[in-house]
Antibody
Framework: QITLKESGPTLVKPAQTLTLTCTFSGFPLTTSGMGVAWIRQPPGKALQWLAVIYSDNDKRYRPSLRGRLSIAKDISKKEVVLTMTDMDPVDTGTYYC??????????WGPGIPVTVSS | QSGLTQPPSVSGAPGQRITISCTGSSSNIGAGFDVHWYQQLPGAVPKLIIFGNNNRPSGVSDRFSGSKSGTSASLAITGLQAEDAADYYCQSYDTSLTGAWVFGGGTKLTVL
């Protein structure tokens, strides 16, 4: 059974760095082609893919946010960490950690709400 | 802006059939990439309901079906039920600068 769960701060100040951790189970992020992604959803708005990391440590980022995002994995802890710098109120939303199955996302974490406010 | 375009809202009466369109371009759907659909009930996590254009994950009702043609795709729901009221998102892969995985803007389904 695949599960994922996000953890981290729910309130950050503008210009601060957000660090979110995804703890997963039920699959080995060592098998070729496996991936874990982050997707966010601003309040009342659509889903936005942010980043993905693959089993071979290849990484992809949303082009418009590439300079602010960083994704890394710790296989021994079964964790994937997303870092987003220079947070702004427009970054407020719910952040989801998801299991990537080839071209789609089949298992989602419960999400963590993040508010950017001073 | 989203790489895929969906109508903001659709509605239907119980028992009816509705469709939700998803329009892409030559860099995503038109390039041959599959379309996938997610259902997000109010206050809930998105759930995959269609993958690979027209495949249902285990446990998803056969009232949901998908299709794809050219640069567009559609989600159809038959025998509409009150519990189908939700936001629906299409998703594909894009080779342009908008980002690898792209979502539609979402469609709010109201069951009258």
């Amino acid at each position: 059974q695949i599960t994922l769960k996000e953890s981290g701060p729910t309130l950050v100040k503008p210009a601060q760095t957000l660090t979110l951790t995804c703890t997963f189970s039920g699959f080995p992020l060592t098998t070729s082609g496996m991936g874990v992604a982050w997707i966010r959803q601003p309040p009342g708005k659509a889903l936005q893919w942010l980043a993905v990391i693959y089993s071979d440590n290849d990484k992809r980022y949303r082009p418009s946010l590439r300079g602010r995002l960083s994704i890394a994995k710790d296989i021994s802890k079964k964790e994937v960490v997303l870092t987003m710098t220079d947070m702004d109120p427009v970054d407020t939303g719910t952040y989801y950690c998801v299991h990537r199955r080839t071209w789609y996302f089949d298992f989602w974490g419960p999400g963590i709400p993040v508010t950017v406010s001073s | 802006q989203s790489g895929l375009t969906q109508p903001p809202s659709v509605s239907g009466a119980p028992g009816q059939r509705i469709t939700i369109s998803c329009t892409g371009s030559s860099s995503n759907i038109g390039a041959g990439f599959d379309v996938h659909w997610y259902q997000q009930l109010p206050g809930a996590v998105p759930k995959l309901i269609i993958f690979g254009n027209n495949n249902r994950p285990s446990g998803v009702s056969d009232r949901f079906s998908g299709s794809k043609s050219g640069t567009s795709a559609s989600l159809a729901i038959t025998g509409l039920q009150a519990e189908d009221a939700a936001d629906y998102y299409c998703q594909s892969y894009d080779t342009s600068l908008t980002g690898a995985w792209v979502f539609g803007g979402g469609t709010k389904l109201t069951v009258l």
